[in-house]
């Protein structure tokens, strides 16, 4: 099983920008979508945005549509996160996963991922 490492995030005033990467030591032919999920305090872990490896179709909540861009770089080893305008109920713990699509699609769906990274602490304030 390959190894999520996440990198960027921290903290960003209320409107602004900041980036957030995962980058796979390995690529495996089972994990065509990646995904990044986000868990605020004290609340459970939702999708924000997928993206599909091999035809690059994404995916986004409807809470963040317009705001976030999910991309992948040309090497498919790394997956970027791009939170634009953000607001104080962006600040989460963000982790970015990898898994198999699920009816032929990557979801936003928790339990269609089966590897994932360690996290990476994104804080917004206002």
């Known amino acids: 099983q390959e190894h999520l490492v996440q990198s960027g995030g921290g903290s960003v005033e209320a409107g602004g920008s900041l980036n957030v990467s995962c980058t796979a030591s390995g690529l495996s032919k089972n994990t065509l979508c990646v995904a990044w999920f986000r868990q605020p305090p004290g609340k459970e872990r939702e999708g924000v945005a997928s993206?599909?490896?091999?035809?690059?179709?994404?995916f986004y909540a409807d809470s963040v549509k317009g705001r976030l861009i999910v991309s992948k770089a040309n090497d498919e080893n790394t997956l970027y996160l791009q939170l634009n305008s953000v607001p104080p109920e962006d600040t989460a713990m963000y982790y970015c996963?990898?898994?198999?699509?699920?009816?032929?699609?990557?979801?936003?769906?928790?339990?269609?991922?089966?590897?994932w990274g360690q996290g990476t602490q994104v804080t917004v304030s206002s």
């Open positions: 996963a990898e898994g198999p699509r699920d009816g032929g699609y990557c979801t936003l769906k928790v339990d269609q991922y089966t590897n």
């Open positions: 993206i599909d490896r091999f035809n690059e179709q994404t």
